[in-house]
């Protein structure tokens, strides 16, 4: 009774690849939400950018603002700072970057960065007056000792890069939006 | 039994791999080959359709905990969470919850099929105990699940249910502290029923193991109840009743994706949108639909019976309703496993089933009047069944005669 | 099958009771509910973005000052599917609104998109105190929390035609159901009567006609058509992805229906040679 049949087996054959075709393409439709569930969730995905009024940060101030759960610094720098970074040869820089590359043209004065040191991830000081600010005046990691100067950028210590810019744009003089 | 195993190695890293581990043998064996009457109907695939459900609700489970909070102050707000803003949540959690209906749907389709067809005799009664078994778990699972929206028929569902054991002199009220962790039900009963819950599936899983295992040792049951006589009875498993029992799944999920999609919230009680209150109980309290016929027989002892308390007496019953399942194999005396041969017995069987379905009609009325005659009744119905009805239809009823196998009978049917 | 044959009877039997059952609900213990046509009751069903505008208008008008909505995003107003205002709309929105926030210097701060809809009492105790004792329920699920009992065989009717919008009904019929009360019903003091519940409340008839001035529109202002809106806007709130979830429903229908009929000849081809 188990015996095959075998007629029209092209017919039975296309018929069993279109199912077969079509069961795959479903079990893919529906694996996919259940993979799509662990990116982050509206309510996630909704805090990916924030608005950050700058616009009490004095000459010589810096505030640190919360994005996606990090630190961000905002460094209203004096001309002194800019002047400093700039005056930094290429050469000396392990992880090389102009001061200009760090900010945006026009807006020299705002150093905007993750606060995070890219050695491992701890949040460097500087940030309030007294605080140790390293040999380069500008940020300093206790953790492992990196140093970073007033453009944000690493000159001593174990860490392999700059401080990371995150994505920014000026909405006016006095309000920036992040991410 | 598949018999002589048709697998054969075709290579060498099979051959290797089969005399250590004789995976692909086995399975060879017992999805493939596993013989099974030929005549069996569309009843018996609802064993693969509840294969399917537990796997779809384990796996949308896995997922709803990774977003939900065992916390009373919180989980309720999660689970909003899941709807609103995780990525498909609504659809999953919708998937979860309907799903559990589904299941016991199909549960209920099974278990029907077992009683019309006589598959708890013998040699298939541990079959049939570890099927009750497997029952009960499912109803401590979905109990449980229920407590963890955390609204307010999770909460009074708990209360209610957990106080049932108070009914049992003397121990009672300690076992009810051990149970919940408190005074009331509280974070601490949460916090466990949350962890049980995400437990029992997979207990339910093992025993569900051992019930296919007690299958494939007598091999399937049929229609007729004549058993298999020679392999020109039966067709390999694979593909007649693979391609058989996937179709049944398809159609199924139809009804299912309806709920999901169209009325997700319509099988659940609108009270649990409300966030638990412990000062504050819901007008009417009723569990969820499948267990509807349970709750209306406990509540139709409000009796004492001699030292019995009428609510001691409820558990008894209500527990003893689905005990009593498990000694059916014992009860039923009559030699003809299939109803389709036993003409006294037929009309007994389906006024069961209507009795069974007015009591779950009455499992959702308030406790008065009529009702709670009707329920007693239908109680009494649903032991006398057990107890009166198939022991003595065992000993007068003269079944019909039998086809002499199952392929005389499939000759006969085409004739 | 004689099994077969008993249960399309029993099914008969359902339909039949289905199809001659007048279309009617039973309220808590006050008067029948009529039941509206609700835009998005249904499989077919969406919502009328035009009518959750308005419904949210009432609701920012007249119900907000009491009750909260706590879990609406103030972004939820901007997603597809809604009351669809604009970005702008719902950031100068959210910006109307103060967040406590320990975390800041200053304890608090302007509300943004992201934020939830802020409670307009801090406590519960501060609710009611406001509130002559009563509790003004939360928004967000309410119009779930709320259904019309309905008793068999109405109820498998709904499971048939995918109706699950009772709340909307009940919600619609309570507002529009403020009366005196009848001679001999006592209601409590401070309490105002509703007939659909047919007891006494704590809250007084929130609506009056042209108590909300829809701009631009020639909508009539009156209780009913605000009761009717902002049903409709609860609903929204209690499920926001309703538009989406159908739309998903009707591809997974459609699939597998296919599927269930290329599967059914799958079925029957492997079986053809099998008299079973």
């Known amino acids: 009774m188990a015996t095959e049949i075998k007629e029209e087996p092209t017919r039975r054959d296309f018929l069993y690849v279109t199912t077969g075709a079509f069961a795959a393409v479903g079990g893919a439709a529906a694996v996919w939400p259940l993979i799509d569930q662990m990116n982050p969730d509206a309510s996630v995905k909704a805090l990916a950018s924030i608005e950050a009024d700058i616009s009490a940060i004095e000459v010589g101030q810096s505030v640190t603002f919360k994005w996606r759960g990090k630190p961000v610094f905002v460094r209203h720098r004096t001309a002194s700072e800019i002047e400093e970074a700039n005056a930094v040869p290429l050469e000396d820089l392990r992880d090389p970057a102009t001061d200009a590359e760090r900010v945006l043209a026009g807006h020299e004065e705002w150093l905007v960065m993750v606060g995070l040191c890219t050695h491992l991830g701890c949040v460097p000081l500087g940030q309030k007056p007294g605080e140790e600010k390293g040999e380069y005046n500008g940020w300093f990691c206790p953790c492992h000792g990196s140093h970073y100067d007033s453009a944000g950028r690493i000159r001593k210590g174990p860490a392999p890069k700059n401080l990371v810019l995150p994505p920014f744009e000026f909405l006016s003089d006095t309000l920036i939006k992040i991410g | ?193 949350f962890s049980l819950h995400y437990l029992l599936p997979f207990i339910i899983a093992a025993v569900v193991a051992l019930h296919i295992w007690a299958l494939h040792v007598p091999g399937n049951g049929n229609p007729t109840g004549v058993e298999v006589k020679s392999s020109a009875d039966t067709l390999p498993f694979h593909p007649y009743f693979t391609m058989k029992d996937l179709f049944v799944v398809v159609v199924f999920f139809i009804p299912f994706a309806w709920f999901v999609f169209f009325a997700p919230d319509i099988l659940g009680h609108a009270d649990n949108y409300i966030e638990a209150n412990p000062f504050v109980t819901p007008a009417h309290i009723v569990p969820e639909w499948y267990l509807l016929p349970f709750y209306a027989m406990l509540r139709a002892i409000d009796f004492d019976v001699f030292f019995i308390s009428a609510k001691l007496g409820g558990v008894i019953i209500m527990f003893g309703s689905i005990i009593i399942l498990m000694v059916i194999p014992w009860l039923d005396g009559s030699k003809v496993r299939s109803g389709s041969f036993r003409p006294m017995f037929k009309p007994f069987y389906w006024l069961f089933v209507v009795n069974f379905m007015m009591l779950m009609y009455l499992g959702a009325q308030p406790a008065e009047g009529i009702y709670v005659i009707l329920s007693k009744v239908g109680t009494a119905y649903y032991f006398g069944y057990f107890l009166l009805v198939l022991p003595i239809l065992a000993r007068i009823e003269t079944p019909k005669p039998l086809p002499s196998s199952i392929s005389q009978a499939v000759l006969d049917k085409n004739k | 099958m004689n099994m077969k044959k008993n249960i399309f009877a029993i099914f008969a039997v359902i339909a039949m009771l289905i199809s001659t059952a007048p279309a009617m609900a039973a309220a808590v213990t006050g008067k029948p509910a009529e039941l509206q046509k609700w835009s998005f009751a249904g499989v077919f069903g969406t919502y009328d973005t035009n009518q959750l505008q308005r419904g949210f208008q009432v609701f920012y008008e007249v119900c907000s000052s009491c009750h909260g909505a706590k879990q609406i995003s103030f972004r939820n107003f901007a997603e597809p599917g809604g009351p669809e205002f604009s970005k702008e709309q719902v950031k100068a929105l959210a910006a109307e609104y103060t967040i406590i926030d320990p975390e800041l210097e200053e304890g608090e701060r302007t509300a943004t998109p992201a934020d939830r809809w802020p409670s307009p009492f801090a406590t519960e105790l501060e609710a009611r105190d406001a509130n002559n004792g009563a509790l003004p329920p939360d928004f967000s699920v309410l119009a779930k929390a709320r259904n019309l009992a309905k008793k068999f065989p109405m109820n498998f009717y709904d499971m048939a035609t995918a109706y699950q919008e009772g709340g909307a009904d009940y919600i619609y019929n309570f507002l529009v159901n403020y009366e005196d009360a009848p001679h001999g019903v006592e209601i409590g003091d401070g309490q105002s009567y509703n007939a659909f519940l047919g007891t006494g409340i704590s809250m007084m008839s929130p609506l009056m006609d042209e108590l909300v001035e829809y701009d631009g529109t020639d909508v009539p202002l009156t209780v009913e058509q605000y009761a009717k809106d902002v049903s409709a806007f609860m609903y929204w709130m209690s499920d926001p992805h309703l538009v989406q979830r159908k739309t998903i429903g009707f591809n997974v229908l459609i699939f597998l229906s296919v599927l269930a009929l290329l599967m059914y000849l799958v079925k029957r081809k492997i079986w053809a040679g099998v008299k079973h």
Do not use: C
């Open chain 2, 1 to 193: 039994m598949a018999g002589n195993s048709s697998y054969n190695p075709t290579n060498k890293v099979e051959k290797w791999f089969d005399e250590r581990l004789p995976l692909l043998r086995f399975s060879k064996e017992h999805l493939m080959d596993f013989p099974s009457p030929k005549n069996i109907n569309y009843w018996w695939t609802f064993g693969a359709v509840l294969a399917v459900m537990l796997v779809v609700q384990i796996i949308t489970g896995i997922i709803l905990a990774m977003h939900y909070t065992p916390n009373i102050a919180l989980a309720f707000d999660s689970v909003e969470h899941i709807r609103r803003n995780v990525n498909y949540g609504r659809i999953i959690q919708g998937t979860h919850a309907v799903g559990a209906s589904m299941f016991f749907f199909a549960v209920y389709i099974h278990m029907f099929r077992g009683l019309y067809y006589g598959s708890y005799k013998a040699p298939r009664e541990i079959l049939w105990i570890l099927g009750v078994v497997i029952f009960l778990l499912m109803m401590a699972t979905a109990f449980m699940g229920y407590v963890l929206p955390w609204g307010q028929m999770s909460f009074w569902g708990a209360t209610v249910i957990t106080n049932l054991f108070t009914a049992i002199p003397v121990v009672g009220e300690p076992i009810l502290s051990l149970l919940i962790g408190g005074f009331v039900v509280d974070n601490p009963t949460l916090n466990r029923f």
